[in-house]
């Protein structure tokens, strides 16, 4: 029996150089911090936030209980990842919700307040609705609310959320989906919708921001059509489907000619006044696919002979536009959400906005001085790290080849990881642990 090699896999340089350029999207990772610990239902909210983020998201990403931050986001460049939603609960049992982006930040610090799984959302509706070729597309982003008005601003007066801050949330969430072009994006492409609405700030609120989301399946009907015709189109589905409904079927027994139902309606079985009145809420009007047959170049040579040749293909041409009523059906989850903390980095900067916590002019600057002082220390650290590697480099040079050029992509892999990591990042972050007298602008107390 073979020896199972225990080296790991290595990327090799023809890898390297046919990696998949980015196109550019939003990307995301739903990650639950502290994989063991956070319980069933948070794990089942992870699950549900992903299925929201799709397409662009890992879906099947699986947290293990030894997985650090910094194991995410070391990865975050190799695949294209821009932004990093991290959930976790507190020892007080708080649900907390981490908005990043990445590779510098910054940071949103929410406290999920109230959430409701997808399970929990279907169960209340009567008709619950879903399918799996609504997640190929990302979903709309509708925000409602972000903004203060000037009125509001003097009534509330130091309540009112800074204007910056408010900028920032509302440019955090649009990041965090493509854009869309109104007259490119095809509209019948789109399948979901996701509602943020900010509620109104109170007094009370000391410049925070409550945000309820809500994520919606787009559903559409063809109106402007009699009753009638419209049950007869249902009724032929239902025949050929395997699926019998005799009560919405049109009971046409009793009538000579189907021109009778179409004249009256209530003809065929007992209709309620709702059946009869016209359909004119959430109507929108919309071009219609249409079937077009690929014509041969005689017949566009014959077409484009006469003037009306040319109205003809003119006006096959021009899009068809129909009606439909649009109804939007609940898929879940619910989220509240409160901004509780922002920071510059990936959960490890400079506090640049606090609910709780208020600091006077004099504190900041002083603040300031010492992250000056840390950023430049840790700038030292990077120069001597990458001196060191160009030592070993030139060392590496003048000494003869013994084992060829696999050592040398070997080296050259470690120094890559080498200019990609700063081997005293967790010593920092150790010492900073320590000082008492910088805790209280970094600590987030989340049994608050």
Known sequence: MGR?????????????????????????????????????????????????MEPDTAVRLKERRANKLRDYT????????????????????????????TPKGP??????????????????????????????????????????????RETLGDAAPPKHLEKLVTDMFQGLFPPIQPHTTPLHTI????????EPPQEGDNGTCTISLRHYKITT????????????????????????????LPDLGGLEDVADYMLDPSAAGYTSASDT??????????????????????????????????????????????????KLVELGPRLKLRLTKVEEDICSGKV??????????AEVQELDKKWDIRNKEKEARRKIQ???????????????????????????????????????DDVWLDEDAKRGEEDEDEEMDDDE
């Open 4 to 52: 199972r090699s225990n080296q790991r896999k290595r990327q090799s340089a023809t890898d390297k150089a046919t990696k998949k350029p980015n196109d550019g999207k939003p990307k995301s990772m739903v990650i639950r911090i502290g994989a063991g610990e956070v319980g069933a239902s948070v794990s089942q909210l992870v699950k549900d936030v992903r299925q929201v």
């Open 74 to 101: 070391t990865m975050c460049g190799p695949l294209g990842v821009s932004h990093l939603l991290l959930f976790s609960r507190s020892e007080a049992g708080n649900t907390n919700l981490r908005l990043a982006r």
């Open 107 to 152: 940071t949103l610090h929410f406290r999920v307040e109230k959430y409701s799984l997808c399970k929990d959302v279907m169960k209340s509706l009567k008709h619950p609705i879903s399918g799996s070729n609504d997640f190929h597309v990302a979903p709309l982003l509708v925000m409602n609310n972000f903004v203060t008005s000037d009125a509001m």
């Open 191 to 198: 399948k979901r919708v996701l509602l943020l609405n900010r």
């Open 221 to 248: 009907k063809v109106t402007g059509l009699p009753k009638a015709i419209r049950r007869l189109h249902a009724a032929e589905k239902l025949m050929g489907s395997k699926e019998k409904k005799k009560k919405a």
């Open 277 to 326: 009145e016209i359909e004119t809420d959430a109507e929108v009007e919309v071009s219609a696919p249409v079937t077009r047959r690929v014509l041969s170049k005689r017949e566009r040579d014959k077409g484009e002979a006469g003037e009306n040749g040319r109205k003809a293909m003119s006006s096959n041409n021009k899009p068809r536009v129909e009606k439909r009523a649009v």
């Open 352 to 361: 640049m906005w606090h609910e709780f916590i208020n600091k006077s002019t």
């Open 386 to 424: 990458r001196e060191n590697i160009e030592k070993k480099r030139k060392d590496k040079a003048e000494k003869p080849k013994k084992e060829g050029e696999k050592d040398d992509e070997e080296d050259e892999e470690m120094d890559d990881e080498y200019d990609d990591y700063d081997m005293d």
